[in-house]
């Protein structure tokens, strides 16, 4: 499984766009990307996948470069309530295997008012 | 729908007891994780269930924990006897066997004494 990179820390204020990066540079051609952000007293909870190009969904965006080393979570002007930690995670799911999904330590954004 | 649920979610146990966490995964959901969360260690992966089976039971954690999932709807984790060091957050996370995104419960805090 590649491992991936993440800074361990971001501080923003609210309304601001957040890019958080990730590193994952052994990424396989059956692996994908997964982030997920994980609020104080709960679970992680999953934010948005991807394989390669851009994916859009309500919460967030996702960049995944060329090569597919890099990936870039976009969270558009974030509130309180996104202070969290991220994590990025790849993962192969080949043969339809849900093999189980590595964390690292995540980047912690920090929100302020 | 209901998520997974997990209970309790706070115990505290005095060393050399015997603790059993549970966990009711989202209905329908073939896989079932336990983890393990600490500020140190991040998230560690103790168990994986497939359709009820033991799939992985996280190497070094087969000492003192034993998870078993008796029915789908259904897990729990044993951990026997308790030590300080199992001071943590006890995570339970389920998903559909095809695809990758897991549905966490709200954890179960222990404090070890």
């Known amino acids: 499984l590649a491992k991936t990179t993440q800074p361990p820390s971001m501080e923003a204020y609210e309304g601001q766009e957040v890019n958080v990066s990730c590193s994952h540079t052994?990424?396989?051609?059956?692996?994908?990307i997964y982030w997920y952000r994980q609020v104080p007293h709960q679970g992680p909870q999953f934010i948005i996948q991807?394989?390669?190009d851009y994916v859009v969904n309500e919460v967030a965006s996702l960049f995944i470069s060329a090569d597919r080393k890099l990936s870039t979570l976009s969270l558009p002007w974030v509130s309180l309530r996104d202070a969290a930690v991220y994590y990025c995670?790849?993962?192969?799911?080949?043969?339809?295997?849900?093999?189980?999904?590595?964390f690292g330590k995540g980047t912690k954004l920090s929100v302020k008012s | 729908d209901a998520g997974v649920t997990q209970t309790p979610r706070h115990e505290v146990a005095e060393k050399g007891q015997t603790i059993i966490l549970k966990c009711e995964p989202v209905?329908?959901?073939?896989?079932l994780f336990w983890y393990r969360q600490t500020k140190i260690q991040g998230l560690e992966l103790l168990s994986y269930?497939?359709?009820?089976?033991?799939?992985?039971d996280g190497g070094a954690f087969k000492d003192r924990f034993k998870a078993e999932m008796l029915n789908s709807s259904f897990s729990t984790l044993k951990i026997q006897p308790t030590e300080p060091k199992d001071s943590a957050v006890y995570l339970c996370?389920?998903?559909?066997?095809?695809?990758?995104?897991?549905?966490f419960g709200e954890g179960s805090r222990l404090i070890v004494v």
């Open positions: 996370a389920s998903s559909w066997t095809s695809g990758n995104t897991l549905y």
């Open positions: 991807g394989y390669k």
């Open positions: 052994n990424i396989a051609t059956s692996e994908y």
């Open positions: 995670i790849v993962t192969d799911i080949s043969g339809g295997s849900n093999a189980k999904l590595t």
């Open positions: 209905s329908g959901h073939n896989d």
């Open positions: 269930f497939r359709s009820k089976s033991l799939m992985e």
